[in-house]
């Protein structure tokens, strides 16, 4: 019986892990996938109008320059409104933007103020949605540092691909600021250029936090965004997929927006602790199963369970390590295929490490950035302890879930990515003009068409 259990246990972590390391390289798989991630190679002309919202809590140090950014995007400035949206009691950065709205002209740049609770980044959207007009609405974070032809990218892609939601590329650039900066960044490179787009592909899509861009008539057909949860872009993404609405992911290192990785473990804990109870409120509402087809269903609960399967895997950690330590004699009772196959969630393990130092080059190479080669070897020794910190976090979530605080804990951004030396690559500006017909954009991303079973 003690073999049976073993036997259970260690193929379902290794078949968890495996599934993770396929969704980590799905678009590695097939050539075809990685061009459809690809942005367009020559643009419409502007036609679609953008509200941007920047929802703002104690961002002096940042909001000046993220607004002068969007202020200075190469688009009309009769299609750009921006909303930076703060609570009353949040001066400090009510000046800075203020001060640099003074500097966008001509494009309208307001700041929006609200009291009351609560005071979080969802409650903001909706404030900044109902005091702006135009038909598509995106959000990006206070300290996003964005490409000036982002606006021309999405004009294009709405318009041509006639898609309602499009979720832009986000990535984390500050690869050397810490020891666990590496890993946090390559979390964002897998995630955006790979795991989104099969996520899409299939029609069951957790947006990301910015850099996401949605019809406003979408956004009031699903109610705005949910004030009470903790992870709204993935929460109002589960809403809209749904409905069944197409979503196209963009990634390419030309458009990415640019950001910073936390500047302390406790931060990156704090961040990650919101993040997985956010799933877990996402799980709880259960929007997901109102998903078309019972496998887009079970990629949700997949995809929203991950927090109670990290937990339930570090708690069991101390007897995994008492059993490495005191086990000996059981291991010996066990059939020599039980005992081997006990570590085959270590197997999976040491993959993901490999398909990281492989990706941590990619990535450097990809965005111009210096990868010391002391920084390539300390990546095996600092993964686990980096996979020890989300588990800790999952523990946290877990347990803020059930005494319910769901209070906001802010992650504190100080603009370390400006300083980065990363190369902005050149694109080209929209002609003026009548112009001429454009070639068909690539297609979506392959992925497995789940059928429908509703």
Known sequence: MIEVFVAVVALGLLGHV??????????????????ATRGPRC???????????????????????????????RYPSGLLEVRVICHADDEPTIAAARAAADGCEPVEVRVERFGGTPVNKPRG????????????VCVFDAEDDIHPDIFNVVNTVMLDEEV??????????????????????????????????????????????????????????????DEGCLTEDADIGMRISALGVPIRVVYDQEWVTREETPITVGALVRQRTRWHQGFLQVLGKADWRRVPGWRRRALALFTFA??????????????????????????????????????????GLLLQLVTHMVGARMFASDFGLRLPATTLARLPLTHLLYQFLLGVAAVRAVTRQIIRHTNWEKTEHVGAHRSQTVPVCPAPSPPEGDLPALPQPAAPAVAPQFESDA
């Not at 993770?20 to 590695?28: A, P």
């Not at 650039?173 to 890993?183: E, K, P």
């Not at 955006?192 to 861009?213: C, D, E």
Request: aromatic share 12%.
């Open 125 to 136: 959207l909706n404030v900044g949605l109902a005091a702006s007009g135009n038909e598509v």
């Open 306 to 347: 991950q927090p109670l399967i990290d937990a339930a895997v570090m708690c069991t950690l101390p007897l995994a390590v008492a059993g490495s330590l005191f086990g000996g004699p059981l291991l010996h009772r066990l059939p020599l295929w039980c005992a081997i196959l006990s570590f085959a969630s270590l197997y």
């Open 43 to 73: 643009f419409r002309a502007p036609e679609l109008g953008f509200t941007v919202l920047l929802p703002a809590r104690d961002e002096e140090a940042v909001i000046t320059e993220t607004v002068r950014k969007v202020g200075a995007a």
């Open 164 to 225: 309602p939601v499009v979720q832009g590329g986000v990535q984390l650039v500050n690869l050397l600021d810490r020891w666990f900066s590496i890993h946090n960044c390559l979390e964002y490179y897998f995630w955006y250029k790979s795991r989104l787009h099969f996520h899409a592909g299939v029609g069951m899509i957790p947006l990301g936090g910015n850099t996401i861009f949605l019809r406003r008539d979408l956004v009031d057909r699903v109610g705005g965004w």
């Open 18 to 35: 495996l599934l993770t390391l396929w969704l980590t390289v799905y678009t590695w798989n097939h050539p075809e996938r990685m061009a």
